[in-house]
């Protein structure tokens, strides 16, 4: 049963090019005149690593078990990341449509796994999150961050600011390269090459509402099972 959701059965089959080239000529139609691709892309990185500093420089001689934040967060994170990209990304859900809607029938639709590059800097628009989606995460999060703090450590609290904006920021930067073209030198490289193919096979739309959720590195994927390994095939 699908209930509310909204039936994506129309978009997990690859349109023929036409159809394609339609929806993203649409889209980069509706791309308003002043948007800055490399401002979208400066807000977040700016944000993201000024936060990192700032928490960086507040530390107070944090200890080993102190500093096991930051590996448990990043798995955490991970793990969210699978969520939020499967259950949200993927199915419309209440509050964040916007999300969804920019996501399953834009993106996946106009990015399949073998035409992934972007082919202007305009269209960093449908890569990255929104750019005020850093400052949401901070102000959504500071409840956690507030309770680390208070009941927990200033030291873990510091660390686990670092660590999901870091953890956003690195979201952002690979996903972009993924979708850069295998020409340009970033796209290129063993490692980029490596976690792309997994995000591309992602973007198979018939396997998209099923597999390989992970844009980062795909450790929950790993865990819960969802790394595509040719099981529809
Ligand atoms: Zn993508
Ligand atoms: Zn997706």
Partial sequence: MRGNQVDTREWEITQPASGREQRRAQAVAAIPSWYSPWGHLAFPSFVGLGMIACSIAFLEHPSPVELLAVPVVATLVNLNEWHIHRNVLHRRSWPLEILFWRHT???HVIFVRDDMAMRATREFRLVLIPFYGILAIFMTTLPITAALWFLVSHNVALLWVATTMGYVVAYEWLHLAY????????????????LRAHHAMHHTPELMQRWNFNVTVPLADWLLGTIYRGQER
């Fill in 105 to 107: 029938p834009e993106h």
């Fill in 179 to 194: 979708h850069l073209p295998e020409s340009n030198p970033i796209g290129r490289s063993r490692l980029i090459r490596r």
